[in-house]
Structures are given as structure tokens and as C-alpha cells.
């Protein structure tokens, strides 16, 4: 069985996939400092809920972008998986072109979540990803990553307004039923939920008319669930977008099945 990992700067997720299909998830908020040995700890935990054993697993791939925590993750997969991990960006085929100026910079969820778009949908696609940063990323018809846009993440707006306004609380993020708020927290609410959903369509039209073709848009992160119905904007909301990618990645490059 396969473990996947992917490491986003707020969550990280670990997900196991049995050959057929992906069997149990689970995400941890990131912390570039925990060891080892404690995500050990806390994944023995959770699989023997499930009735699994980390003996059951034979294979592992790593997408990261928090570089600092590779060391860890890449040593809990030697050490209690006795397996040498796959890691997204080092050394490994992605079956894809990254058609930027500097290749090297495109972040590794960006580049997974380009494959598992394009195995799945036709033709030319935007994704957004909701994270702590908004990113929108182009993929041609052939499945080559374009370039695209990165924005602050909705949350991290929201903390911004609270931590540089005195008088502004700290709210969830909710989808008021106006835009036009009667208090603070309706005002601040509607700002970030529809100031988002402004930003989302602005980018998306202005990105469209740049390219010139038609294009599908898929949303995917922590957040996109938020926007669904709010806009017409995004036509697939795909929540395995990135598991895809990475099953997609280590098949090609390990031979196995998971």
C-alpha cells in the first residue's frame, strides 16, 4: 500500500491508497519542526483505527512545499516504512513540461495538481487552488503547466485585518446572505467572502481573455468548498485533484500499481 503526503504551509495531508483505491485520510496542521518519530506516533494511531499497520505499507511519495520538513517526512518513510521515499522535485519524472521561465520554481502542489487536472478533464484548464495562498494555474490541452497567478489566501486576509485593525475581531470565514453588512463582523465577512468571489471571477475572465481559447476552470484546496454555488465561475469543484496527481506521478515512476 501506498502512503502519499502532501505538505501545504497551513495542513498536511497523509492518505493511504490500497491499489484500488484511496482507503483512509487524514491531515495534521503543518509544523516544519515535529520529528519523526512524533508523526509516527500519531499515524500508528490512526491507522490501527482503521484495523491498519504501518508494516502494511510498501511505498511512499512526498509533495512538499515547506522544504524544511522534507528531512522529517523523508526520514519517517526510511525508518518506520523501510522504504526510501518518492519526493515531487527531486529527481523524479512528472510526465509533464513546465512551460515557465524558471521550472525550478514551480511549487510541487501546483505541478501534481496540473497532472491530476489534466487526467481527468479536456482541453485547456484553470485551477484554483484555495490554500493559504489562492493560486491559479493554466494547463494547456496537452497538459504542459503554463504559469498562472498567486494571491493571499482568504484566511491569511482575514488575519491580516485582524492582526493590523484594532478594532477588527477575529471571524470565521462565513457566506453572508448580503453584501451590504449592518455590523462589523457582516461587513467584514461580506468584504472577504465576496471580495474572493470578485477576485476568483476577475482573474478568471481576465485570464481567459489573455489566452484566447476556451477554457475549463476546477476548484480544489482547504477552502474552495466555500464557493461552491456562490459563483458560475468554476465549473468542477474536485477536492482529489492532488491525490490524483501523486498516484499518478509514482506509478510512473515506481512501476507499481500503489
Not at 512526498?62 to 527531486?90: A, K, T
Amino acid at each position: 500500500m501506498l502512503l502519499a503526503i502532501e505538505q501545504g504551509n497551513t495542513n498536511t495531508l497523509f492518505a493511504v491508497h490500497d491499489g484500488e483505491h484511496w482507503i483512509a485520510q487524514w491531515r495534521t496542521a503543518t509544523a516544519a519542526s515535529r520529528t519523526a518519530d512524533e508523526y509516527a506516533v500519531w499515524l500508528t494511531q490512526l491507522l490501527s483505527m482503521r484495523g491498519l499497520d504501518l508494516k502494511a505499507l510498501d511505498g511512499c511519495i512526498i509533495s512538499s512545499v515547506v522544504p524544511q520538513s522534507i528531512f522529517n517526512l523523508r526520514n519517517l518513510s526510511r525508518r518506520y516504512l523501510d522504504v526510501e521515499p518518492m519526493v515531487i522535485g527531486q529527481n523524479v519524472d512528472l510526465g509533464m513540461e513546465a512551460r515557465i521561465e524558471k521550472p525550478s520554481e514551480a511549487g510541487a502542489d501546483r505541478l501534481v495538481n496540473a497532472i491530476g487536472a489534466h487526467l481527468k478533464y479536456p482541453g485547456d484548464l484553470i485551477v484554483i487552488d484555495s490554500g493559504t495562498a489562492t493560486t491559479f494555474d493554466v494547463i494547456a490541452a496537452d497538459g504542459a503547466f503554463e504559469g498562472g497567478v498567486i494571491a493571499p489566501g482568504i484566511n491569511l486576509s482575514l488575519q491580516a485585518l485582524h492582526e493590523a485593525a484594532a478594532m477588527l475581531p477575529r471571524i470565521a470565514i462565513q457566506r453572508p446572505d448580503r453584501v451590504i453588512g449592518k455590523d462589523t463582523v457582516t461587513n467584514m465577512q461580506a468584504g472577504v467572502f465576496w471580495g474572493y468571489i470578485s477576485l476568483i471571477e476577475g482573474l478568471v475572465e481576465r485570464i481567459k481573455a489573455e489566452w484566447g481559447k476556451p477554457m475549463t476552470v476546477i476548484g480544489t484546496g482547504g477552502v474552495a468548498s466555500l464557493f461552491e454555488g456562490a459563483t458560475d465561475h468554476i465549473d468542477h469543484f474536485d477536492p482529489d485533484l492532488t491525490l490524483r496527481g501523486l498516484l499518478d506521478v509514482w506509478r510512473r515512476n515506481s512501476g507499481k500499481t500503489a
